[in-house]
């Protein structure tokens, strides 16, 4: 929806609530706080107190005015602004300066709130900063007088009936399931908000039944949403049991389906392997998760349902993004990665793809969505999904409906028989890939093809194959034409095409913890795109 609609109807709706008194919300006093499971620094206080306001990698200086007054770097550090998610590092600074200031912000926001700016009126920026106001309400509230309690209530109030009509103007269901999520918190945590609870409560177990499907994967594919609805559901169900209440068997049910799925799509060195939205790991918050609810056991080998496979031998993880497209109003995020992979050897990451350079806030890079920023295949140097804009988001108009993935043992390892059927409308052929793992781990091969004959296709139209190389590896030719990649981790391992040749390209890793790095990729043209395509990587030290 444009903004001035959405600015229009939220108008609306407010004036609706003031003259029909039904529907407002009359909340009395704070009775809980959730617990806040994100990473804190409370460094970060002191960068905020002198003024300095880091988001998304922009980095503003206010020079001692209020930052909802400095024009935003991006979309991304306007929304973190307004999300209020830093206050966590302010509370954890655990000081009488880190309090006041906490509560000056606080107050400078609600001053400006009568005019509010369009990120801080998204749904998911009201979800997030109201989910943080209750998280740090002890925060902002420590050593505060009457008046300032009342007015922060009243924002509290405000945000929640805000959210509630902003949200029904999504049509993006994972805005529907945070906005649950926040008005259920805010029933629990509130006295007077207890029907929120109720209603919301309700809602949340049957949006969580409806988009965590059964492997525990979110209907987006997106790993990322999955890690922070982790980091919500958990303190919520946390306060479920602080209040004494039974938690929704939806929101039990969707925890216990959640966490196994994470493992399986998490390398040995902690990271989760970068398909459909996934930016740098949050480690530490992955940490957390699994200490709080894991069930032990061993990773899956497989999401049928959510679309990824998992093979692994030795010290070696082999992660597969092997599932169709999802529905068009959850793929504002998606990528075009099918059948691309991610293996790593024990703590080192060999082949990633490129990743997302942020962690949530504003859309990917369209390059990034492309085939070509995975370790996968690409015919004609086109993707495998077409991407449209609508309603201010871009979303994948077209791409792999059927897609195949096949588990088989062979004498050394587990093999996987993968297609897809991403070129069949505009090319007529689809794309065949296998790819096998030793038991010891220490070997994996592939084989790439078309399946058909292409039509409407370029005459020079051939098959590619790409590997991202992680910025800790790196890649040099000898004099065979094979390709060696060496790190300062252990083994070395060579690369080997029969098919194709091969080359060493440039790339870019945009997923590091301290932002883009440049790396290295091997890049694979087929000699010719009726032929198949053969490779192997293999350890050739210790």
């Not at 998992?310 to 059948?339: D, H, M, N, T, W």
Request: charged share 20%; proline share 6%; with cysteine.
């Amino acid at each position: 929806m444009a903004a001035w609609r959405r600015r229009a109807v939220l108008r609306l709706g407010k004036t609706a609530r003031a003259v029909w008194p039904f529907g407002r919300l009359s909340l009395r006093r704070f009775l809980f706080a959730p617990p806040d499971l994100r990473t804190t620094d409370a460094a970060i206080a002191a960068d905020i107190y002198a003024g300095q306001f880091v988001f998304t990698g922009r980095v503003v200086n206010t020079n001692g005015l209020s930052p909802f007054d400095m024009p935003p770097p991006s979309h991304g550090w306007a929304e973190a602004l307004y999300g209020f998610g830093w206050l966590r590092h302010l509370h954890a600074a655990n000081s009488a300066l880190a309090r006041d200031n906490a509560r000056a912000l606080v107050a400078d926001f609600i001053d400006r709130s009568r005019r509010p700016a369009r990120s801080a009126i998204r749904p998911q920026v009201i979800s997030r900063r109201l989910m943080a106001f209750l998280a740090q309400s002890p925060l902002v509230l420590d050593g505060a007088d009457h008046d300032f309690y009342m007015l922060f209530l009243k924002a509290v109030r405000d945000d929640a009936l805000l959210l509630r009509d902003a949200a029904r103007l999504s049509d993006d269901p994972y805005v529907h399931l945070v906005a649950a999520i926040a008005l259920t918190a805010l029933g629990l945590c509130v006295e007077g908000a207890e029907r929120l609870e109720r209603r919301h409560g309700a809602a949340l177990s049957d949006l969580l039944d409806d988009q965590i499907l059964a492997d525990g994967g979110h209907v987006s594919r997106n790993p990322r949403v999955l890690v922070d609805l982790m980091l919500d559901l958990l303190p919520l169900r946390s306060t479920y049991a602080a209040r004494g209440l039974e938690p929704p068997q939806g929101l039990v049910s969707a925890i216990d389906r959640i966490v196994p799925h994470l493992k399986m799509l998490r390398h040995p060195d902690g990271s989760v392997a970068l398909f459909n939205g996934m930016g740098a790991s949050q480690v530490d918050a992955l940490a957390t998760i699994f200490a709080s609810h894991d069930t032990g056991g061993r990773a899956a080998t497989e999401a049928p349902y959510s679309g990824y496979q998992r093979l692994a031998g030795g010290s070696s993880v082999l992660i597969v993004e092997s599932g169709p497209s999802p529905p068009f109003e959850a793929s504002s995020e998606a990528l075009a990665g099918c059948l691309s992979f991610e293996f790593s050897h024990g703590r080192q990451r060999i082949f990633v793809n490129c990743g997302i350079p942020r962690q949530a806030g504003s859309e990917p890079p369209i390059e990034l969505r492309a085939s070509a920023a995975h370790t996968g295949v690409t015919f004609a140097e086109t993707s495998s999904c077409r991407f449209v804009s609508h309603a201010g988001q871009t979303r994948i108009l077209a791409g792999p409906r059927r897609v195949m993935a096949g588990r088989s043992r062979s004498n050394s390892g587990e093999q996987l028989a993968l297609s897809h059927d991403g070129y069949q409308t505009r090319f007529g052929i689809g794309i065949e890939r296998v790819l096998g793992l030793s038991d010891d781990g220490l070997v994996l091969e592939g084989r790439d093809q078309i399946s058909g004959s292409p039509r409407g296709a370029p005459d020079d139209a051939t098959l590619t194959l790409r590997f991202h190389l992680h910025p800790g590896m790196r890649a040099e030719m000898i004099e065979t034409g094979d390709i060696v990649l060496t790190s300062n981790r252990g083994l070395s391992w060579r690369f080997t095409a029969s098919g194709g040749a091969a080359s060493i390209e440039d790339s870019m890793f945009f997923a590091g913890i301290d932002g883009m790095r440049r790396t290295q990729q091997i890049v694979v043209i087929a000699e010719d795109p009726a032929r198949p395509v053969s490779w192997q990587l293999a350890a050739i030290s210790a």
